[in-house]
């Protein structure tokens, strides 16, 4: 049991009502159950009540459980289990802190240290100007980049003193700071790079088990070296096969094409060297182009595999 509250009624508004985009998504969600099971969707519903008013109230409880056929009480039993749902008015930006022991050992007392100098709040606490609500979190699952914290849907990693409070003031002043490792880590590679399997097609075992050939061995014996350099091997930057490229983004405002699935820092930082900013972009592309900047990347398939075109076509969409 959370041990959590809800906001005093003097907080409470009078009423909730959808607006009208997402009413357009409540219908859609219902539609995915039965008659009979509306009451899945509980769920859904709360996430998207809190995403429209930063928390959850009363009043949209109470239209909830009108919307599922369920008494409020069911639905105020979700609400409070869950501690993903607000129960009572926060800032613009959650910090949600992890303080599991992996955080701890790697010094998550400084992103506490930086937050109290920026922001003047600790754990509980939202700032004088509304803008930040810290909560301490159990594990949120990045122990290898700790410390970290959760700001709203972002994960921001490998924190310290001072890029943390980098952090909170690119937020005040309304920028987009980097997502994920603040101090350039690759994925959940060593601090200082890979060290290991650095030689391993592991795309060879993807592919035999995709086509279901688990007798065959699940690492392949490496190639003999090839004489050629590595950069020979890579596709010429003049291919015509090479997507259409942009001297720079559109209005100054690139898209988050870590977004994509498959789509790392670094390997955002290549497509916007080949001038690639914009997911509509990345939905264009040809077969042909698919596999230049495959070959380009040494993917080996990989982009097929994740389906860029279809999700790039998806958030070009919602952008």
Request: glycine fraction near 8%; proline fraction near 6%; charged fraction near 25%.
């Amino acid at each position: 049991m959370s041990g959590r509250h809800f906001a005093p009624e003097s907080e409470q508004p009078e009423n909730f009502a959808w607006s009208a985009e997402n009413q357009a998504v409540v219908t859609d969600t219902l539609s995915k159950y039965p008659d009979n099971r509306a009451a899945s969707a509980v769920i859904p519903m709360l996430d998207l009540a809190q995403r429209q008013e930063g928390w959850v109230s009363r009043a949209a409880i109470e239209v909830i459980a009108d919307q599922l056929d369920m008494a409020p009480i069911r639905v105020m039993e979700v609400a409070s289990f869950y501690t993903m749902f607000n129960l009572a008015p926060i800032g613009k930006y959650h910090v949600q802190v992890c303080g599991t022991t992996p955080c701890w050992l790697r010094g998550v007392d400084q992103v506490y240290a930086a937050l109290k100098e920026e922001c003047g709040i600790g754990n509980g606490q939202t700032s004088e100007d509304g803008l930040f609500t810290v909560t301490e979190v159990e594990c949120l699952g990045a122990c290898v980049n700790a410390p970290m914290v959760q700001i709203n849907d972002d994960y921001y990693e490998d924190l310290d003193k001072d890029n943390f409070k980098g952090l909170l003031r690119a937020l005040r002043n309304g920028e987009d700071p980097k997502t994920n490792s603040q101090t350039g880590r690759q994925s959940s590679e060593a601090a200082g790079g890979a060290t290991a399997l650095t030689e391993v097609d592991f795309s060879v075992r993807h592919s035999r088990k995709l086509n279901g050939n688990a007798s065959e061995p699940s690492v392949p014996e490496q190639a003999a070296p090839s004489s050629a350099p590595e950069e020979d091997q890579q596709p010429a930057l003049d291919d015509p096969a090479r997507p259409p490229a942009l001297d720079g983004a559109r209005e100054n405002q690139a898209d988050d094409l870590k977004k994509i699935n498959g789509v790392g820092p670094k390997i955002e930082e290549i497509l916007n060297d080949l001038g690639v900013y914009h997911y509509d972009q990345v939905a264009a592309w040809t077969p042909e182009q698919v596999a230049w900047v495959d070959g380009y990347l040494k993917f080996k398939g990989r982009i097929d595999r994740e389906d860029w075109i279809e999700q790039a076509n998806k958030l070009a969409g919602d952008a």
